[in-house]
């Protein structure tokens, strides 16, 4: 990309993607996602403009949404699309999605088996025409020397034998997206969220604009969240916070109770205690 060039984004979106985008002096047309999803019209009136696309389709971070077979099928952006599939293996609900490629053969999919095996195994992926692969195998080189062989290896392994879909790990992160659900419903009941598809995030909203405030307040309650600020442009999303259901139940109710705490002290401006349940 050149300086000025414009890249689409779902907004929100994966904050080290804007920063990425931002640090390559990249100009970012932000489509909102709707609370159905995806406006496929919208998305392809600012590809018109965009020299790149950057989507997350697939259980959404930090939504959890899934974009619709029905979508997918009439999306076609006229620009250079990159897809990102790191969440695709972690559907809850549903069987996991087909590829945003099939129906838009140009696209450049992305990955990580990071998320669906095992966090240590930082080890991604790209699928796009070979052309572009050559292309990137070039640039590897300035920003690193190259992933450690046996971890790459061992993803091939994983990814060639399909195993990267874990009916264990699945059904675990099913449970604790529940529990950390029921948990916002009793301790946050005026907390607005919808249950995610899949993934790894829920995406809620206070009634009020508190969310940055309530993130820098929070760690003295042994909780560290994520403001809606970092997933977004111009001070988007100053309401919402993401919660990863990452932890067992048991700490994610104690965690949520912990931040409701965080938010009665905020709007009492007093100070808490803490309590020592981290939500990272």
């Known amino acids: 990309m050149s300086p000025r060039d414009k890249v689409l984004i779902d907004h929100p979106t994966y904050p080290h993607a804007i920063t990425t985008f931002t640090q390559a002096r990249a100009r970012l ?6 609370p159905s ?6 998305l392809r009136a600012a590809g018109r403009t965009a020299q790149l696309a950057y989507l997350i389709p ?3 971070n930090p939504t959890g949404m899934c974009m619709p077979s ?8 006229p620009c250079v699309t990159v897809v990102d ?18 129906h838009l053969p140009a696209a450049i999919s992305v990955g990580s088996v990071s998320k669906s095996i095992w966090g240590g195994l930082r080890t991604g992926w790209i699928r796009a025409a070979p052309a572009v692969l050559e292309r990137v195998a070039r640039a590897r080189p300035t920003t690193d020397l190259g992933t450690p062989v046996v971890e790459q290896l061992a993803t091939a392994v994983l990814l060639n034998d399909r195993r990267t879909r874990r009916t ?26 919808t249950c995610p598809e899949g993934g790894l995030t829920l995406w809620a909203a206070f009634p009020d604009a508190i969310s940055s ?8 309650f042994g909780v560290t969240i994520a403001a809606g600020p970092r997933f977004g442009i111009g001070g988007a ?31 009492r401006g007093t100070t808490g205690t803490h309590v020592p349940a981290p939500l990272a």
């Not at 029905?70 to 952006?77: D, I, N």
């Not at 059904?171 to 009941?189: I, S, V």
């Not at 405030?213 to 003295?220: K, S």
Request: glycine residues 2%; charged residues 25%.
């Open 29 to 34: 047309l932000p489509v909102a996602l709707t």
């Open 37 to 42: 999803g995806w406006d496929a019209e919208q």
């Open 58 to 60: 697939d259980f959404h």
């Open 70 to 77: 029905s979508v997918r099928e009439r999306l076609a952006l």
């Open 85 to 102: 599939e790191t969440m695709t293996d972690l559907a809850l609900d549903a069987p996991s999605p087909e590829p945003l490629a099939a």
């Open 168 to 193: 264990d790990t699945l059904g675990r992160l099913r449970e604790q997206r529940d529990a950390l659900r029921r948990a916002l419903t009793a301790y946050l009941p005026d907390v607005h969220f």
């Open 213 to 220: 405030r309530l993130a820098a307040i929070a760690p003295d």
């Open 237 to 267: 999303f100053a309401r919402h916070i993401r919660l990863p259901y990452t932890l067992p139940s048991e700490r994610l109710t104690t965690a949520v109770r912990a931040l409701a705490d965080a938010e009665q002290a905020l709007r």
